[in-house]
């Protein structure tokens, strides 16, 4: 079967090159197109140097940036800011209101899904589901690590948009839930600041083995006398776990694109630990529409050592994501 | 996630008369992958070979004109915006001292989502 899966990018995978000046928006954009993923996932708050304050002009200069180079936006990432008065959290009514804000300026851009950071609550979005109708804007909690699909948290967006039987809130998956073995690229980073092989050698094992986080933090901190590096890294497994893609068939009819998580890709074009060879294969069964956007989040743990290649990485993504869907397509019978 | 790019180290310079400099200043960008609104960022601490510089020294400024720590903690229409450089200024007497010193700059920021805050460190190496 012939999947509808589409190809795009966060710019978040850029954060590197754009933060220190080596890539411009235009440079990312025309890249993206390049490797045929045109599809582009902004973050108005890293991206739009003037947010919120945004005139039609300068949505009429990010439509001819993508325009001119055969691209498309794809999804939106809000942030919401309820701390902004130190000592008191944002009303239920203000935090409505900045969400509020971010759709209407979704709707200006013509972008149709909004990633919604996970910490916001069920019944604030309740109240956003009105204007995310009306403007025609998919609301999507971000299913990231250590929560995965299943999480109780995550069932109670779920509940609400069943009730309220809406087609604008859901979900949106981050692939950081599928991780199914310990990136080399973070073991290597706690070495060099002074983990030894073989602690780092048992958190990688116990990760291997999915024995709860809890056990071998205890172990390494308490047991082997760990130093400071090596407890870090495992506490890193509180927020590293394999969620069940069998289960993704389940959710998909609540998400419509997906953040395509990775921490580092080989040479050979794998991932050596988020698990897409699994995942892949359970979106095509499912007939999944949407759009896989690379989110590259590898440069923080090289770059004390090597300089950062967020091209080249997301480029060998995207090689394996042809080469997967290809493969689920002459192998999954439709559902 | 960007501490070792945090300082602009050949930005530093002494403010106020030659030769009677009243402190000094650096361009620092923000440790963070997006803007945040200036009430947000509750500390930017400047040390001197690891001795603390006092809080009211410090002013900052992303373009908007020079403002204190204490005035940041209002100022809901500020930003500093992402990968954008920033001037941080720091009253001191005879200005920076001569010779290699090492510069420390600590941002502690107020990050909605994190359950705690969010402190990001360079320390660079640097002389006038």
């Not at chain 1, 754009?18 to 708050?45: H, N, Q, R, W, Y």
């Not at chain 1, 949106?172 to 050698?201: S, T």
């Not at chain 1, 506490?235 to 921490?263: G, M, S, V, W």
Request: hydrophobic share 40%; net charge negative; glycine share 6%.
């Amino acid at each position: 079967m012939t999947s509808k899966i589409k190809r795009g990018v966060s710019l978040y995978s850029f954060q590197e090159e754009m933060f220190l000046g080596k890539m411009t928006l235009d440079d990312v954009v025309g890249f993206a197109t390049s490797i045929g993923a045109p599809g582009i996932e902004i973050l108005p708050e890293q991206n739009m140097p003037t947010f919120p304050n945004i005139s039609d002009r300068q949505i009429g200069e990010w439509q001819d940036r993508l325009a001119h180079r055969g691209a498309h936006f794809t999804c939106y990432d809000m942030f919401l800011d309820t701390k902004i008065r130190k000592g008191a959290v944002m009303s239920d009514e203000e935090q409505v209101a900045s969400i509020v804000r971010d759709i209407k300026l979704c709707n200006r851009l013509g972008i149709k899904n909004m990633r919604i950071l996970i910490f916001v609550r069920p019944d604030i979005l309740e109240k956003c589901v009105p204007y995310a109708e009306q403007y025609d804007v998919h609301l999507g909690v971000e299913v990231h690590a250590p929560w995965y699909l299943d999480h109780a948290w995550i069932l109670r967006t779920i509940e609400v948009a069943d009730r309220l039987k809406t087609k604008h809130l859901g979900i949106l998956p981050d692939m950081g839930i599928f991780m199914k073995h310990y990136p080399p690229a973070f073991r290597g980073r706690f070495e060099r600041q002074g983990a030894r092989p073989e602690v780092a050698q048992f958190i990688v094992d116990s990760h291997e083995q999915k024995i709860m986080c809890e056990y071998t933090i205890y172990e390494v901190a308490v047991k082997m006398g760990g130093n400071k590096a090596e407890v870090a890294m495992a506490e890193t497994l509180r927020h590293a776990p394999f969620a069940n893609p069998k289960r993704i068939a389940d959710f998909a009819p609540y998400f419509r694109h997906i953040q395509a998580k990775f921490y580092e890709m080989t040479p050979d074009c794998t991932d050596p630990s988020i698990a897409y060879d699994e995942v892949i294969p359970q979106l095509v069964k499912a007939g999944w529409e949407g759009t896989l956007s690379s989110e590259y989040e590898g440069n923080r743990w090289i770059q004390d050592v090597e300089d950062v290649d967020s091209r080249e990485q997301v480029r060998r993504q995207h090689v394996m994501f042809e080469h997967l869907i290809a493969k689920a397509e002459t192998q999954v019978e439709p559902a | 996630m960007f501490d070792k790019f945090l300082i602009d180290a050949a930005s530093l310079r002494n403010t106020g008369p030659t030769d009677a400099p009243t402190g000094f200043a650096f361009e620092a960008k923000l440790g963070y992958y997006r803007g945040l609104g200036l009430s947000m960022i509750e500390e930017l601490n400047v040390s001197i070979d690891g001795e603390a510089l006092a809080r009211e020294a410090v002013t900052f400024d992303e373009g908007e004109g020079p403002i204190t720590l204490d005035a940041m903690e209002t100022a809901y229409d500020r930003r500093w915006p992402f990968g954008a450089p920033a001037t941080i200024a720091v009253a001191h007497p005879g200005g920076f001292p001569s010779g290699e010193h090492r510069l420390g700059f600590q941002q502690k920021l107020r990050v909605s989502y994190l359950p705690f805050p969010s402190f990001n460190n360079d320390e660079k190496v640097v002389s006038l």
